[in-house]
């Protein structure tokens, strides 16, 4: 089945700083999702991505289909940024399921 | 609108005992799934319903557990007898489907099982 690896694992910031989290995946999708976990393990979705660049807010993400990747920048990190970051793909011709990655687990420090 | 609600929230069980977890997609949605993550280990996929017809159950762990989608509203997934494996978060997503194109999948705040 296709695979999902996100890095990095672990990061640690200062507030106000910038991130940049990476998402590669080993086959074509058509649907990629970028959610945020926050500290209840609540899933938020954040952006449904599959090719393109988005913004909202701090937050903007950007997928390269051809070159199957997918990065997600926050800029300005505040400290209710913390939580886990996963990504999430669907394979084209595959069956409606999302693959999830291990997730990139972002501290923000005041 | 309402999003995807689940229900409960949290749930405390001895191991053999049985649990059922119920789902409620966004109104209009017919893609139902089901997703769970046990302790440190990744988000991986159980099933997937289109209204009430089972679309992909292959990621259903074992005969343990049973979904259900009556009527293609809600749906439930039963856990019987219950394993200390089992523990997690179960979460529940919907989609709707546009002539085939495929949509965001919305998530519900999860179902935190524990086995004792």
């Known amino acids: 089945g296709i695979q999902v690896e996100q890095s990095p694992p672990d990061l640690i910031l200062q507030e106000g700083a910038n991130s940049t989290l990476r998402c590669n995946f080993s086959?074509?999708?058509?649907?990629l999702q970028w959610f945020h976990q926050n500290p209840w393990g609540q899933l938020i979705n954040l952006f449904y991505?599959?090719?393109g660049t988005k913004q909202n807010g701090r937050l903007s993400a950007t997928t390269v289909a051809t070159e199957r990747y997918s990065l997600l920048y926050i800029s300005s990190s505040q400290t209710t940024d913390s939580g886990v970051y996963f990504c999430?793909?669907?394979?084209?011709?595959?069956?409606?399921?999302?693959?999830f990655g291990q997730g990139t687990r972002l501290t923000i420090n005041p | 609108e309402a999003g995807v609600t689940q229900f409960p929230s949290h749930s405390v069980i001895e191991k053999g005992q049985t649990v059922t977890l119920r789902c409620d997609p966004i109104?209009?949605?017919?893609?139902l799934y089901w997703y769970r993550r046990v302790m440190g280990k990744e988000i991986k996929f159980l099933l997937h319903?289109?209204?009430?017809?089972?679309?992909?159950e292959s990621g259903m762990p074992n005969n343990r557990f049973l979904a259900e989608r009556t009527g293609g509203t809600y749906s439930t997934l039963k856990v019987q007898p219950a394993e200390l494996e089992d523990s997690g978060v179960y979460f529940c997503?919907?989609?709707?489907?546009?002539?085939?194109?495929?949509?965001?999948?919305?998530f519900g705040p999860g179902t935190r099982l524990l086995v004792l």
């Open positions: 999430a793909v669907e394979r084209i011709q595959g069956a409606q399921k999302l693959v």
């Open positions: 997503a919907s989609s709707q489907d546009r002539g085939g194109l495929l949509e965001t999948q919305y």
């Open positions: 319903f289109v209204k009430e017809s089972k679309q992909d």
């Open positions: 991505i599959p090719s």
């Open positions: 086959d074509s999708v058509n649907n």
């Open positions: 109104s209009g949605h017919d893609n």
